[in-house]
């Protein structure tokens, strides 16, 4: 998926992100379907997500967390180490305004 975000608004988006906590965790089945689902249910209701792939994990975190962002049409902002950043913008009801 081609990032249609400036680096100003990752910037901005990472500096809200630094201070989450994950809330999706990919696992040793790695990006199956109950992630997928899960992460864009939050992702609808947040905008903004935090991923931790976990050890037990069988892909490397920044594949699996890429896998996971085109699987739910997310942009990915950023990884570092075993986190990353997910941002969907909800049409409907937009909760983060970006520079």
Known sequence: ???????KQKRFLRSLGSTMDPVVQI???????TVVDS????LAARELI????????????GTAIAEL??????ELVQVIG????????NPEKSKIELP
């Open 82 to 89: 075993r986190n990353g950043l997910l941002f969907k913008p």
């Open 1 to 7: 998926m081609e990032s249609v975000l400036t680096g």
């Open 69 to 74: 962002a085109e699987a739910v049409q997310a």
């Open 39 to 42: 992460a864009r249910d939050v």
């Open 27 to 33: 696992g040793k089945a790695g990006v199956v379907e």
């Open 50 to 61: 935090k991923v931790r792939v976990l050890q037990n994990s069988p892909a490397e975190p």
